[in-house]
């Protein structure tokens, strides 16, 4: 059982709260403050209340309080300015204003596991941060996403993106409930400590079927010698669970190392920052990576991390122009590119800034050369499909968009590659599969910014008028509705833009 709201998942009988899909760490205390305000959404809640029901009655005093609300409001992206979720009545105490769902037990325990695909199959988790050192967490996540990037690249590999690995951070999950809820037949776990110059790395693989270790290795090396652990144990891996894979060409790792760890460091810095999805932290990650690029400017996933950085800020925090946007990433987007043409991520921001200008066939085409560089790439995957979608080729998008999600479950962008199925649908005139998609990423994001758009075209186009006008309602009060209805955005057709809007005058529009 839990609650959704935003792009947040609640989850009560894990004690956890994720942030479109990324966990985020919570002190027991504030965990419980959040839940009760989200139960005690209906009505205000006092002071009084807090202190009887989460500090048992214990004196607590106004400072102590105010932390802990401060803490909630952090955790779920609130600000004391905004109060769009928790807002704060002066002298009468707290009210949860966001809109809540619910999940069901039975819907959860329910889920199917995902069947394992047709070639070996792994997820690499993060390797566990051994050092009591929170600050160094973003260690073990960057040898965890190397080991991925490595294994990715092997065409006879099934590899399982780092968002989704990832989301068992700090849980105590069995390793053979993770190959269910993947779908993969493999997990390699692991974990490091740092000490001065000298490192400590473990890794082991586990059959997740068969719950058995297949092959474990422990190296205490140097920091000079970093990178040639992680090409060790990413060749042990690939040997370990695909014999077949040893008796081909040794695959070689494509990425270029940096010259110098502190660049390696900068550039996971800047990562870590990214996945708490905050505009502080985005400010936080460029400067991260801008380091990384000055201490070695060789390194091409840096100049790809900033521009897509650039480039997602917009469309999540609307912090600036896009036309401003794409100027400023683009030649970093082209540095990466002729820096390392063998690194995926370059293409991939290339083809987002090519469909923000709304040349979507050209998009297309670096899409392919991304998967063509790195067939795992779970965005390359999404990206393929959204191209296919906006220039005029929606049933093939299918594939792609179904494909990244599968490659990434819970991946951030899952909203947004569900809102590109919908449109699939719409542009197929398979309007009750739209609303069928619409509908449920709309119990997970409700306030979604498009997704309202087009549920009330499809609701319109299948003649539910009294649930079109609602839906319409909604998306009409929505910033969206200016830019992606009374103007058409450069990324859709002009017919594409107009079958839209008859759905949207189907419903009750008036434009």
């Not at 899909?21 to 002071?47: A, C, H, M, S, W």
């Not at 058995?212 to 370990?240: C, K, N, P």
Request: aromatic content about 8%; overall charge neutral; some cysteine.
């Amino acid at each position: 059982m839990g609650f959704l709201f935003e792009n947040h998942e609640l989850d009560l009988s894990r004690r956890e709260l994720r942030r479109a899909g990324e966990l985020v760490p919570l002190e027991p205390q504030v965990f419980d403050l959040l839940v009760y305000l989200i139960e005690n959404r209906d009505r205000v809640v006092t002071k009084d209340d807090l202190i009887q029901s989460i500090w048992k009655g214990r004196i607590v005093s106004e400072s102590a309080l105010t932390t802990r609300i401060n803490a909630v409001r952090k955790a779920v992206g609130d600000s004391g300015d905004s109060q769009r979720l928790i807002r704060t009545l002066p002298r009468r105490g707290f009210r949860f204003v966001g809109e809540v769902s619910q999940t069901s037990p039975a819907a959860a325990a329910s889920a199917p596991a995902l069947p394992l695909p047709d070639k070996p199959s792994i997820a690499v988790l993060s390797f566990t941060n051994m050092t009591g050192d929170p600050d160094n967490d973003y260690f073990g996540d960057g040898i965890a996403e190397d080991v991925i990037t490595n294994l990715s690249r092997n065409p006879f590999l099934f590899v399982i993106a780092r968002n989704s690995s990832f989301a068992y951070k700090g849980r105590p999950v069995e390793v053979r409930q993770i190959g269910r809820e993947l779908g993969v037949r493999y997990v390699l776990e692991g974990s490091v400590q740092r000490a001065g110059s000298h490192v400590r790395i473990t890794a082991q693989l586990i059959d997740a079927a068969a719950g058995g270790h297949m092959w474990a290795e422990r190296y205490d090396r140097d920091l000079t010698d970093f990178f040639a652990v992680q090409d060790e144990i990413t060749d042990s891996v690939a040997t370990a669970i695909a014999p077949a894979i040893a008796q081909q060409e040794r695959h070689q790792a494509l990425r270029k190392s940096p010259e110098s760890l502190s660049a390696w460091e900068a550039f996971h810095r800047g990562r870590w920052h990214v996945a708490r999805m905050t505009v502080a932290d985005f400010e936080a990650a460029k400067a991260f990576y801008r380091q990384a690029i000055a201490l070695d400017p060789t390194l091409a996933p840096a100049y790809a991390a900033l521009a897509n950085t650039m480039l997602t800020e917009v469309t999540l925090f609307q912090t600036r122009g896009v036309p401003e946007a794409i100027a400023e990433a683009l030649p970093l987007v082209h540095k990466a590119i002729a820096v390392d043409p063998k690194h995926a991520g370059g293409h991939i921001n290339n083809g987002v800034a090519l469909v923000m200008q709304g040349q979507c066939e050209a998009a297309v085409v670096e899409a392919r050369r991304a998967l063509s560089v790195d067939p795992n790439h779970a965005g390359a995957h999404l990206l393929l499909g959204n191209a296919l979608c906006l220039s005029g080729r929606p049933r093939e998008a299918l594939e792609p968009i179904r494909s990244g999600l599968r490659h990434d479950p819970y991946t951030p962008q899952r909203y947004l590659a569900r809102f590109h199925l919908v449109m699939a649908h719409y542009f197929l005139r398979e309007y009750e599969d739209a609303v069928e998609v619409a509908t449920e990423l709309l119990r997970s994001y409700p306030n979604h910014p498009w997704a309202d758009i087009w549920l009330a075209a499809a609701l319109g186009q299948l003649g539910r008028l009294e649930e079109a006008g609602e839906a319409l309602k909604k998306a009409m009060a929505l910033k969206a509705f200016d830019s992606t209805v009374r103007r058409r955005p450069p990324y859709n057709r002009p017919e594409d833009h107009e079958h839209k809007l008859e759905g949207l005058r189907k419903a009750g529009w008036q434009g």
